[in-house]
């Protein structure tokens, strides 16, 4: 006689950790350590050494006084909001997605010179110092339809055999290479059936090698095999709980859950691996980072007043809490999520998981 075990179902919380940054191109030092933020944050990517990098798209524009967007660049900090330093100063035109290779160098996908720029990560450039001609490895990429080539590249990310994915944004397919730029296979074409894309932008892939695609034209998220065979679909929905508008990238988790920023809708939207949504994410920013109370604190008056106000009305804290179009997102081995947030700063969550007694 077989005796059938009941599966004791794995209750999931997600908790709100803390922010890191603010809107700003410099970084500095004071009581509270280094500080600084971002520009325009677009992507996230976390080392094996659980260092944080982010990628700030800039002004889009050069500032009075300096030579080139000082706000295009990738910061380097850490989850205790210790800013170690930027690279990458206006290196790039108009940068998209960050991924990072086996050797932990920085890869870079550049929608307007239809290129992957690759740096590495060691070195910083103290504020407004670049070296924008010579700081990347190298990079490959020109504009065109065939092999090899882009047309406003956006999402990267590596698999198991350290081939790099990149989403050929606008002409609607993905394509994979060797860490050297080496052209191996492409999928997909234009369209809204399953396995096309209408301006697809982020890309991740699990522990088994399955790829997901943020198909943002389409409201939708598709997974694919490794041949780049469609799975399954998910986010199409009439009810606007879980109805995605325009997901803009995504990341997995060591349990295989799946995360969303549905930057349409301002929220970071929570999937089980077949495609049931178990959760969604507003923006739990209940106070300011390190480096916003850096800006409070250099000013004696004014500072503790605005900060005393804000605190004191609800509806204000409600909207600096939440996320302003969340773009970026990435998840590290301890399952904190870290979330690109439009008004300048990473959201970081961490995610728990129990079974309920008996």
């Not at 492409?186 to 399953?194: A, D, V």
Request: glycine share 10%.
């Amino acid at each position: 006689m077989n005796t059938t075990i009941p599966t004791v179902p794995v209750e999931k919380e997600w908790h709100f950790s803390h922010s890191i940054g603010r809107r700003t191109h410099e970084h500095n030092e004071s009581k509270l350590g280094m500080t600084g933020g971002f520009c325009s944050p677009m992507d996230v990517a976390i080392s094996t050494e659980n260092m944080i990098f982010v990628l700030s798209r800039g002004f889009g524009f050069s500032l009075e006084g300096y030579d080139g967007d000082i706000g295009n660049r990738i910061g380097k900090t850490t989850f205790d909001e210790n800013h170690l330093g930027d690279f990458a100063r206006h290196a790039t035109t108009w940068p998209n997605s960050i991924a990072i290779s086996a050797e932990g160098n920085i890869f870079c996908s550049d929608e307007y010179e239809n290129a992957i720029y690759v740096f590495n990560t060691d070195r910083t450039y103290p504020f407004p110092e670049a070296d924008p001609n010579g700081e990347s490895i190298f990079r490959w990429g020109e504009s065109g339809s065939r092999d090899g080539e882009f047309i406003g590249p956006t999402g990267l990310a590596f698999n198991k055999e350290n081939n790099l994915y990149v989403v050929d944004s606008k002409n609607n397919r993905i394509q994979l290479f060797t860490d050297t730029g080496q052209f191996i296979n492409t999928w997909g074409r234009g369209g809204n059936s399953y396995g096309e894309f209408q301006n697809p932008w982020g890309i991740t892939v699990d522990s088994s090698g399955d790829v997901y695609v943020a198909d943002w034209g389409n409201n939708r998220v598709q997974k694919f095999d490794t041949d780049g065979t469609h799975l399954l679909t998910f986010g199409e929905s009439v009810d606007p709980a879980s109805k995605l508008n325009h997901p803009a990238h995504v990341a997995v988790d060591s349990d295989g859950d799946v995360y969303v920023t549905d930057w349409g809708n301002c929220r970071v939207q929570i999937y089980e691996p077949d495609g049931e949504l178990i959760a969604a994410l507003y923006g739990d920013a209940s106070d300011y980072s390190k480096a916003g109370l850096f800006v409070l604190e250099r000013s004696a008056l004014a500072g503790p007043v605005a900060l005393d106000t804000i605190r004191k009305h609800p509806d204000i804290m409600m909207d600096f809490k939440s996320f302003g179009r969340p773009t970026g997102i990435t998840v590290n081995k301890n399952n904190q999520i870290v979330i690109a947030d439009a008004r300048s700063r990473l959201q970081i969550y961490n995610k728990y998981t129990s079974k309920p007694p008996g």
